[in-house]
């Protein structure tokens, strides 16, 4: 039996306050709220060129905000004095082009950053990286070079590579968009069984079925602003704003 108060809510891993970034005079963001407590899963979709990377990248502080308030696990990520490296250590990002690093082997690729940046022992790192591969599926493929792999089995490795540093956040930008049809599959299965395992996610993707299937909540993006947000079958089964319906109606 739980002793905690039942009036306590668990802390948001991520909320994010009237966010607004301009690449110029472009005003890509514009007054962005959003708050993602733990366990949950955000999908967030919308148009090409509506800020959902950006948003992404706002989050991990890839990109620095204009105004607002980003706070990640506690620490205000927006406050030029937080040390941003130790809030990245808790959060993975897994992007549409894989990123992985084509010189290294996959169990290389999945144990750098756990030597470099968490110190651990090599004996250490290989063991959580091929319990992270065996995660995904790859157990076996530790030696293999990415080139060597379908871009669905790079994707999961890139998938393997950042829960390795043991996240408490992972978040994914379009993680099947450069995928052939076929190898998609593979790839939202692992991303379904992170979810079903706690795992705090936001994705921006643009498969509905698995927004609809995995999300906890839906958050529509137009022009920089959340135009709708709420459960899949809200947002997606019934959407109430007219620019979500044009969205869906393309899409769908
Ligand atoms: P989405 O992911 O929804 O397609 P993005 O966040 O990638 O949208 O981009 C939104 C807008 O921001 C686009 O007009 C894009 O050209 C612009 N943008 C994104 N990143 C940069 C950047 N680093 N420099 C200048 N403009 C950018
Ligand atoms: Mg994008």
């Known amino acids: 039996m739980t002793t905690a108060p039942t009036t306590a809510a668990a802390a948001p ?4 306050r ?11 963001l514009r007054g962005i709220d959003l708050e993602v407590t733990p366990g949950e899963v955000v999908c967030v979709i919308g148009p090409s060129g509506s800020g959902k990377s950006t948003l992404l990248r706002c989050v991990n502080q890839l990109e620095s905000a204009t105004s607002g308030t980003v706070t990640v696990l506690g620490a205000e990520i927006t406050d030029p004095d937080i040390n941003i490296d130790v809030v990245r250590q808790h959060v993975g990002m897994v ?9 290294q082997t996959v169990l290389e690729n999945c144990t750098v950053a756990q030597r470099k940046v968490l110190k651990r022992s090599k004996k250490k790192a290989t063991e ?7 995660r995904v599926g790859l157990a076996d493929r530790g030696d293999s070079h990415p080139t060597q792999l379908s871009g669905g ?22 993680p099947t968009s450069a995928l052939d049809p076929e190898l998609v599959g593979d790839v939202l299965t692992v991303m379904r069984d ?8 936001i994705v921006v993707t643009h ?3 698995f927004a609809r299937e ?4 839906v958050v529509f993006m137009d022009g920089g602003v959340v135009v709708e947000s709420g459960p899949p079958e809200q947002v997606i089964g019934a959407p109430r704003e007219a620019r979500t319906r044009a969205f869906l109606d393309r899409v769908l």
Do not use: Y
């Open 13 to 16: 891993v991520v909320t994010v």
């Open 214 to 217: 995995v999300a906890d909540r």
């Open 153 to 174: 089995q790079q994707q999961r490795v890139a998938i393997a590579r950042a829960l390795s540093m043991n996240p408490s956040l992972m978040l994914f930008d379009e």
């Open 194 to 201: 992170l979810a079903e395992q706690g795992m705090t996610m």
């Open 18 to 28: 009237d966010l607004h970034k301009s690449f110029g005079s472009n005003a890509v």
């Open 95 to 103: 992007f549409q082009q894989f990123n992985l690093f084509t010189h």
């Open 128 to 134: 959580v990286a091929l319990e992270n591969l065996a």
């Open 207 to 209: 498969e509905m079925a």
